[in-house]
Structure formats: structure tokens, C-alpha cells
């Protein structure tokens, strides 16, 4: 059937039944990202197709790791480089919409991950089968990226499962598990991973009749009154949640399907000029270049065995307890030593909550709470190929602490603190083997905060440091590397964030008016009900800390606040009152008005520190400083990170606000250590390919 054609990335094979299936195996890479060439031959196979009209057609992956990735996004920012989005985006529609007319049936097999335009690829089936197990995960997170999908994904999506349930899949970006997809009806039936192909072939012969209400549905939902009326709707819950001017693409992907009308090729065009459109925006620009990042971080402990299978955490405190409870969670023994079981078992209940919500049946539930066991008496230690210190913030107790543990290393165990802001260089001062012991800095909560601060200092053995980056990549980490001077990265550049917005509140700025400036900015959370969430206690400690060492001072009455019983959200109350871990807060008299400078007091602490960092070169360079402070903070991931943003308004412009903030507010905003670093001129949207 394909004699005479060759092919780099796809596989063909015709069985005696005159059943083909094509094997997606893109060739040197080691997933199937969805390339130029991997959709142009796809087009060759299906122009074949169509004419000689098989009995029916399957399509798999021979990857282990899943089916499709999405498309070659280095690939796609060539593409908008030259100008040519547009038309990439029509190819691959073109690739897509003959597949979908092949005058047989077609099987998409799918497993593993199948992303974007890999499962822009299994809409343009007939029918889909996924492997029924805890891998399978499909999705269209292309708003992640500041676009929305353009291979068909808007265009047939809503048509087969109804607007109601395929809107929010593409708004969100969130992937579905192989049984919510079946649920839904995006796939069509599941199987054992083993008897996949042959479901798949079962699933040709025996098509799979969609239950009618499921038909009526996706029918209904999409005709044009029903557009016109859920649309208006939908743009309000999505406007509750994200800024039209912050994020395009979800409001332009509704707009997309609100005029997308019956005609396959009427919205299929409109898709492909939405995405091209939105490909030319800020907001995209810096949300790929994330995601580079992103990959970046994930690639740092590649090719290095972290040599840990037992880990040993002492501190049974929150910090210390989920540091536990996760690492036992991602597969290693892990014991956790406080002084007596009270202050472990908190620990361990809090371990079993998230083991029951991640894990999906009771025998995992299980193995993972077995890998994690109590150790008052600290016998753990002697096995450990990692000690991780979690205890209070005391450089003389943490000392101490560490006299004990040395003796019981004698290789290459690794020693490391989870210390917040305290200086390495002094933590260092009394090991035998300082070359050994870092900082792994997590961040609260730990589950659900992706970056760990690998913290230097000046004796580390770099083996060591590649061994901890390792060892996050392990856990499912984010990890940078920071150089050990106080506050490290994210801390250094939230601090006086925190601190400004406190000292505005003294001022008498109401908490909500602050809250509401800087998620204007677009931080995931204002500073006053993140002081509470960290804690009154923790920011005046951290502060206490760091504030010499940053010019600053602490707001005047802060340590007034520390009252017993309102430290903030885990009191239940601070500078607001919570209620159902929700923060409580007061009506702002509708006649204030904020001061006008109000969100640059905040934003720019921040940013004057963060060039101050680059300029003390506390990370390796400026790409790996957006990546720390976006993943570590939640710094407006749209406006790519503190030094992005710079490099997007200008030095000078930032650097002039600062000066006549200083003049009218002190010498806390005088343009730092840093404002001269080359790194600041780089063109703004140069994507970081790098690793």
C-alpha cells in the first residue's frame, strides 16, 4: 500500500483483515512532539489512504512514555519568528481535517501522555480507546502558553462532548484522566495497557454507539442560540478568575466558538486567525518562554543518579512533616524524627490526607505510608543517604544538631538544612566535611509548591550540588541554584515586597485595597493575606532577618501584632479573620481613594531586589532568576518574571520611577547594585532554549 514511500517518523503496517495502523515513533527524541515533518508525512499516508480505502485505520504511539506531547513548540517560535503561524496552523488543520474525512474508520490507541496536538490528532478519529491506568492523561493546555488550540481542538471538541464540558478542558488546560476522558466521551472505551491494540482493532470492527443523550447534548449546546446565550456567561466565570488584558486567549477562544458555526472549514478558519493573532501578544511571548524555563529546571538533574534511597528528616513541624511525607509519596524510605511522637504524628496524619487525595486505591495508599515511618530515637540516621534539617530558624540549635549527625555519616552522605534565610556560609562553620551539606530549600505548601532552592556556599563539592538537583528532579521538583547569602532567592525578592505592603498598611491603606493592586499586577495572591497565610510570625521572623542585610526595617508595630492566637490563617486569625480557610474581608468605604503610586511601592521592592540579586550574581544568570521567582512566588507569570518585566518597560523607566520614589519615601528605593547588567538589555522576547 505504501510502496515507494519512505518515512522517517511514522511506521506502516497492513494486516490480513486490511487493517492498517501507523506508528508514531518520531525519530531522535525521545517523545512524540508533533513536528512539521511528522505532520507532512502523516499527510502522505492519508492522501494513500483515501485511496485505496482499507478496512480501517489505527493509530498509536511507539513511545513508552505516551502517545503525543503536543506540537514541537521550539519548532512553533521559528514559525513566529518568520512570521508564519498562520499558515502552520492550516497545514496541520489541512493534515487533521483529511484524516477525519478518510472514507473508513479510524482508531486513535492511545496511552501515556497525549497533549495539545496530540490530542487535537485523536479528535480528527472516529473513535478513541485509552489505557485504563494512572498514566494515561490527556488534555489541550495550549492556554498555558497564551493560545488556545488551533489544530481543530475548538472546532470539534465542543462538537463531540458538548460546549458545557469541552470549554472548561480548554480554558483551564487541565488533562483528564483515561476514566473522566471515557466519562465525558472523549474516549470512546478503555483497556488494559497489555490488550490495547487488540481493543483497538475490536473497537474498528464494533464501533462504539454514543449513548443519545450524549449526542443530544453536544447537538444542543451548540447551535447558535445556545452560543449566544452560554457564551456571555462563560466569559463571566472566566473573567472571575483571569484579566482579559492579563490572559487573551481563554476570552478568545470563546469568542472563537461563540461564531464558529455548523461549517467545519468556517471554524476551523477561525481558529487558525484567533491563534495567530494571539502568537503576536506579550502575554504569549512570556508564557512560552516559561515554559522553557520550565523545562530548563526539569532538565537539571538529567543524567545524574541522585545515589538516595533513604531519606532522613528531622523536624517533624509542617515544613519538616510534608517534606517527608512527599518524598516517601514520589517512592523513597523516609524516616521523620522529632522528640516525642506527639510532634510526629500531626506529620503522619497530614501524610495519609494526601495520600488518600493523590493515590487512587488503598493499596498505594498504603505502600506510601509504609515508606514513611516515625523515629523518635533518630535510629534512621545511621541508614540515610540524605539528613534533611527541618527544625526551627537558630543558627546554634542547627549547629548542634549537625555534631550529632556527622558522626553517623561515613561516605557520601549528603547533609542538608531546610533553612529559610540563615547564611550557609555560618551554618557551614563547624563541619568536618562541609563540602557535603546545601541547603533544599521547599516552600509551603510543599505539595503543591513546584521549586526547591538548592542553596551554595563556598565549600560545596559541585558532585554534591548535581546529586541534590537530582534528587529534586526525583521528587518531581522544580530546582535552582542559589547562591547561600540570606534569603537566598525568593525570600530575598518577596521580603521587601511583604514588608512595603505592611508598612502601607500602618500607613492605614485598608488590607483589601492592597490585595486588590497587586493581583491587578497579576500576583496569584495580595501581599496582606499572603503575610497571614505564611504567617505574622514567620514574616516578622524572616524579616528580622533579612532586614540588615536588605537596608531595610521592619514596619514599625509589626512585632506589636504577634499577639498569642493571631498569627494569621493557622490561628484563624491575623491581620484578617478566617473562616473554612477562607479570609474574612472588611468592605472598603466606596469613597476611598488609593494613592496613586500604591502598586509601585510594592511591586518595584520587589523588582529593585531581584536586579540587585542578578547583580550579586546569587543565580547563574537572569533567565534562571524569572524561573525562581515565578515558580517560587507566583510573580505574574504573564509579564514573565521581575527581569522580563524590566527588559518590557525599560531600565530607564523603572529605574526613574525608583529615584522619585526615593526622593518622597527614603533611601529603601534607591535603585540598587545591578541596574547596569547586560542581562537587563537583552531584547525582551528572546525565548531561552537552553539547558
Not at 488609593?594 to 546569587?618: F, H, K, T, W, Y
Request: aromatic share 6%.
Amino acid at each position: 500500500m505504501f510502496e515507494g514511500l519512505r518515512f522517517n517518523h511514522w511506521k506502516t503496517s497492513l494486516d490480513d483483515s486490511g487493517i492498517v495502523t501507523l506508528t508514531l515513533d518520531r525519530a531522535n527524541s525521545s517523545v512524540n512532539a508533533i513536528s512539521r515533518e511528522v505532520l507532512d508525512e502523516l499527510g502522505q499516508i492519508v492522501e494513500r489512504l483515501a485511496i485505496e480505502k482499507p478496512a480501517g485505520v489505527i493509530i498509536h504511539s511507539a513511545k513508552a512514555n505516551g502517545f503525543a506531547v503536543g506540537a514541537d513548540i521550539k519548532e512553533f517560535v521559528e514559525y513566529a519568528k518568520r512570521g508564519s503561524v498562520q499558515e502552520n496552523i492550516e497545514n496541520g488543520q489541512r493534515v487533521y481535517e483529511s484524516l477525519a474525512r478518510l472514507p473508513c474508520p479510524t482508531v486513535a490507541a492511545i496511552h501515556g501522555a497525549c497533549m495539545g496536538g496530540g490530542t487535537e490528532l485523536i479528535l480528527a478519529c472516529r473513535q478513541r480507546i485509552a489505557t485504563d491506568d494512572d498514566k494515561t492523561r490527556i488534555g489541550l493546555p495550549e492556554v498555558m502558553l497564551g493560545i488556545h488550540p488551533g489544530w481543530g481542538g475548538s472546532a470539534r471538541l465542543p462538537r463531540l462532548i458538548g460546549a458545557p464540558e469541552a470549554l472548561p478542558v480548554m480554558l483551564t488546560g487541565k488533562a483528564l484522566s483515561a476514566r473522566r476522558a471515557k466519562s465525558l466521551g472523549v474516549v470512546d472505551r478503555l483497556a488494559r495497557p497489555e490488550e490495547l491494540l487488540p481493543e483497538a482493532r475490536a473497537l474498528l470492527r464494533h464501533p462504539h454507539a454514543r449513548p443519545f443523550a450524549q449526542r443530544a447534548t453536544a447537538w444542543v449546546t451548540n447551535t447558535w442560540l445556545a452560543r449566544q446565550i452560554l457564551a456571555p456567561m462563560v466569559i463571566k466565570q472566566t473573567a472571575a478568575k483571569v484579566r482579559k488584558e492579563h490572559y487573551p486567549a481563554p476570552f478568545a477562544l470563546i469568542d472563537v466558538w461563540k461564531r464558529g458555526g455548523s461549517s467545519i472549514q468556517q471554524r476551523l478558519k477561525l481558529e487558525a486567525r484567533s491563534v495567530a493573532k494571539l502568537t503576536e501578544t506579550p502575554t504569549a511571548h512570556n508564557l512560552i518562554r516559561i515554559f522553557f524555563l520550565q523545562e530548563r529546571l526539569k532538565g537539571q538533574g538529567s543524567g545524574v543518579d541522585p545515589e538516595i534511597r533513604h531519606v532522613h528528616v528531622v523536624g517533624a513541624g509542617v515544613m519538616g512533616g510534608d517534606i517527608a511525607a512527599w518524598a516517601a509519596f514520589k517512592g523513597f524510605d523516609v524516616t521523620l524524627q522529632d522528640r516525642e511522637m506527639k510532634y510526629i504524628q500531626p506529620a503522619l496524619d497530614r501524610a495519609q490526607a494526601l495520600y488518600e487525595k493523590k493515590l487512587k486505591t488503598p493499596e498505594k495508599v498504603e505502600q506510601a505510608r509504609k515508606r514513611l515511618r516515625a523515629d523518635v530515637e533518630g535510629t534512621g540516621m545511621a541508614q540515610a543517604d540524605l539528613a534533611i534539617e527541618a527544625i526551627f530558624e537558630n543558627a546554634e540549635a542547627k549547629e548542634a544538631l549537625y555534631a550529632t549527625i556527622e558522626p553517623q555519616f561515613t561516605g557520601d552522605e549528603i547533609l542538608a538544612t531546610n533553612t529559610s534565610s540563615i547564611p550557609l556560609d555560618e551554618l557551614r562553620k563547624g563541619l568536618k566535611a562541609p563540602k557535603r551539606f546545601l541547603g533544599l530549600h521547599f516552600f509551603n505548601p510543599v505539595a503543591q509548591m513546584p521549586l526547591v532552592e538548592v542553596v551554595r556556599h563556598d565549600e560545596l563539592d559541585p558532585a554534591i550540588e548535581k546529586r541534590a538537583l537530582a534528587f529534586c528532579k526525583a521528587i518531581g521538583k522544580l530546582p535552582v541554584a542559589v547562591k547561600g547569602t540570606p534569603g537566598f532567592l525568593v525570600n530575598r525578592i518577596l521580603m521587601p515586597y511583604l514588608l512595603e505592603a505592611l508598612r502601607l498598611y500602618n500607613e492605614g491603606v485598608p488590607g483589601p485595597v492592597l490585595d486588590k493592586q497587586a493581583k491587578a499586577f497579576g500576583m496569584p495572591m495580595g501581599p496582606i493575606e499572603l503575610a497571614d497565610t505564611v504567617g505574622l510570625d514567620v514574616c516578622a521572623s524572616v524579616g528580622k532577618e533579612l532586614a540588615p542585610f536588605l537596608g531595610l526595617e521592619l514596619p514599625p508595630g509589626l512585632e506589636d501584632k504577634l499577639e498569642p492566637g493571631k498569627r494569621g490563617k493557622k490561628d484563624g486569625q491575623g491581620l484578617y479573620t478566617w473562616h473554612d480557610g477562607k479570609p474574612q474581608k472588611p468592605e472598603v468605604d466606596a469613597d476611598y481613594t488609593p494613592p496613586p503610586d500604591l502598586q509601585d511601592r510594592m511591586i518595584l521592592s520587589m523588582v529593585n531586589e531581584a536586579v540587585a540579586c542578578l547583580g550579586d550574581g546569587v543565580v547563574d544568570d537572569a533567565d534562571l532568576l524569572d524561573a525562581g521567582v515565578i515558580f517560587g512566588t507566583g510573580f505574574a507569570p504573564f509579564r514573565g518574571g521581575p527581569i522580563q518585566y524590566v527588559r518590557t518597560e525599560g531600565v530607564d523607566a523603572i529605574r526613574q520611577k525608583l529615584e522619585a520614589l526615593s526622593k518622597r519615601y527614603g533611601e529603601r528605593f534607591t535603585p540598587k547594585n545591578g541596574w547596569d547588567h547586560p542581562a537587563l538589555k537583552q531584547n525582551g522576547f528572546d525565548f531561552p532554549t537552553g539547558s
